[in-house]
């Protein structure tokens, strides 16, 4: 049993990126699916989608940047952790220098960046840092 399944995923993708593999499957969860959009979206990843395993399960099946290519491995940190939750006002989130990296919020409504919660003035639980 997982017990921290946002971690499990970004360790996922970490190791993938550091072994060189294209691809990567992970269990599939509402959470993780948007958390990947925003990194498509950002292009930490090229696709992802959902497979069903049967039994009445899905997965997500995440296809990563060649890193041979691109010449750049991103690294991902999970911040709030299910023993520690850490919350953040619009305020209190810092600004990235070059926008060379992203904070990944939870909001009550929906999951986005950093700079779209300074946008919408809107705080929530500080998910992942990834640069």
Known sequence: M????????????????????????SPYS??????????????????????????????LLVTLNDVRKTLYVPTFKRISKPGQRIYVWTKDIKKSRNWKWIYILSTPKWVITWYEARTLNVGGELICEIF
């Open 30 to 59: 509402k959470l993780k699916s948007d958390l990947l959009k925003i990194l498509k979206k950002n292009k930490y990843i090229i696709d992802f989608e959902e497979i069903d395993e049967g039994n009445n399960k899905k997965a």
């Open 2 to 25: 997982i017990i921290d399944p946002i971690g499990d995923l970004l360790t996922r993708l970490r190791n993938a990126y550091l072994a060189r593999i294209l691809e990567v499957k």
